[in-house]
Nanobody, 118 residues
């Protein structure tokens, strides 16, 4: 069982930056898929950035070039660096992990709210 706790959300002006962190209770080095998702009010949850144990990272088109996923296996922590934030990035951001694919993640954090003001 892996527990995930997100932090780093908050209120930021458009054009600003935030860095989200996700601390895992157990080792993440053997987990096949890790990702950051977000859900805006009235919208479905979407995958923002996904990382596979093989080393590949993919991003939603809407955040490419602005968001960067990274991980620190020694600290069992993953990060999402978010630059050039836009009001449409406002959402609750969730960290997730699993071994069967981005559409069937096993473990989820409770989320952290990011609000981008115009």
């Amino acid at each position: 069982q892996v527990q995930l706790v997100e932090s780093g959300g908050g209120l930021v002006q458009a054009g600003g930056s935030l860095r989200l962190s996700c601390a895992a209770s157990g080792s993440i080095s053997s987990i096949n898929f890790m990702g950051w998702y977000r859900q805006a009010p009235g919208q479905q949850r979407e995958l923002v950035a996904g990382f596979t144990r093989g080393g590949s990272t993919n991003y939603a088109d809407s955040v490419k070039g602005r968001f960067t996923f990274s991980r620190d296996n020694a600290k069992n922590t993953v990060f999402l660096q978010m630059n050039s934030l836009k009001p449409e990035d406002t959402a609750v951001y969730y960290c997730a992990a699993g071994n069967w694919g981005f559409h069937g993640m096993d473990y989820w954090g409770k989320g952290t709210l990011v609000t981008v003001s115009s």
